[in-house]
């Protein structure tokens, strides 16, 4: 959903393109990020749906500015805090001080706007973990690193005795996440409402640990020294389950991009599952695990039937598997995240 501005496919040569509105030209000016701000290029960055970004060049090095926008860019209507900005530029500091290398570095924030520059990571050697998987090239090395990250980060976040007030940002999670994702979909799908009603109300009731919110492979960089994630705008102190069971989701779901690499997805799912869970320290691996599990039936059905659909199923023919397989296991939750898979694989007819 959200956008990854240091990821433009190619740093253009060009001039001066356009000025963004006077608040960011002065945010950069305040930066000290650009040895003269009248003479800064701005290149406005598309792609994403809830914020205003801008490449900026005239430094040292070229930079982002990310400004969360109040109305999404989508077909449904969808609103949003303004202020998720401050928690995302928040998440990636913490990130990058608890795990050095998985998140970009916040080179300036302001409080008062809500915006924030980051760095800009070269696409040459920063590949988008989505694009490689629409393609059909699974690295399940990748994978699991994915996996040991993101249970890392979780860990390292629990620990944080600041963290639950830091980010509590309720209001802002379930306006991106809950709602559109779950409560929608329940009123798209009147005889899975309570099933996904209560997904949600245990979801927004759990409180372990910091979560990104949107651990998609589209927010998922493969640099150098291996995965980063970006695109922190949902950061949440809550349930890392959601974390989890997001990002799986999506392995799930691009078997119907890639039918032939099917197998290779299922198995970097288990993968990713088995590497996250090795890292929980913070509570019983088998009660996140259950969450994850009961949960990610829920979003597997929002990606076809709620506000954010994934853009690469459209065959109704496609869709209808994930009805068939979310609607029987939301009527009878698994308990283990290989269940879930089992039964996609059973669907698709491909070997878990």
């Not at 945010?27 to 003269?36: E, K, P, R």
């Not at 400004?67 to 209507?77: D, G, H, K, T, Y």
């Not at 589209?218 to 980063?228: A, E, Q």
């Not at 392995?251 to 032939?260: E, Q």
Request: glycine content about 6%.
């Amino acid at each position: 959903m959200l956008s990854a501005p240091w990821r433009s496919p190619s740093l253009p040569d060009h001039g001066r393109l356009g000025r963004p509105d006077p608040a960011i030209c002065a945010f950069v000016a305040g930066s000290n990020l650009v040895s003269d701000p009248d003479d800064a290029r701005y290149t406005p960055l598309t792609g994403g749906v809830s914020s205003d970004i801008w490449l900026v060049e005239g430094g040292s090095t070229p930079f982002c500015v990310k400004r969360a926008l109040p109305q999404l860019r989508v077909a449904a209507e969808w609103h949003a805090p303004v202020e998720r900005n401050l928690y995302e530029a928040a998440w990636l500091t913490d990130a990058a001080r608890l795990a050095p290398g998985v998140a970009p570095l916040v080179l300036a924030a302001d409080s008062d706007t809500g915006m924030f520059a980051m760095d800009y990571l070269d696409p040459g050697d920063h590949r988008c973990w989505k694009a490689d998987l629409l393609k059909g090239r699974v690295d399940r090395a990748i994978a699991a690193a994915v996996g040991e990250r993101l249970g890392t980060l979780h860990a390292a976040f629990a620990k944080e005795a600041d963290a639950p007030v830091r980010f509590a940002t309720d209001e802002s999670f379930y306006a991106l996440r809950l709602e559109p994702y779950l409560v929608a979909t329940a009123r798209a799908h009147r005889e899975l409402r309570e099933p996904l009603e209560r997904l949600s109300e245990r979801t927004a009731k759990t409180k372990r640990t910091v979560v990104h919110g949107d651990i998609s492979p589209k927010n998922i960089l493969v640099g150098p020294s291996g995965p980063m994630f970006v695109d922190a705008e949902c950061a949440w102190f809550g349930d890392p389950a959601f974390d989890l069971a997001f990002c799986l989701n999506h392995l799930l779901l691009k078997c119907v991009a890639a039918p032939a690499a099917a197998a290779e997805l299922l198995d970097a799912f288990g993968r990713l599952t088995a590497a996250y869970l090795a890292a929980i320290d913070w509570e019983p691996a088998d009660d996140l695990e259950m969450r994850a599990a009961t949960l990610l039936p829920g979003l597997f059905l929002a990606r076809v039937d709620g506000k954010s659909p994934v853009e690469y199923i459209t065959a109704e023919e496609s869709k209808d598997k994930v009805r068939r397989v979310a609607g029987h296991l939301l009527k009878e939750p698994p308990v283990k995240l290989k269940q879930v898979a089992k039964a996609w694989a059973a669907e698709i007819g491909a070997k878990p």
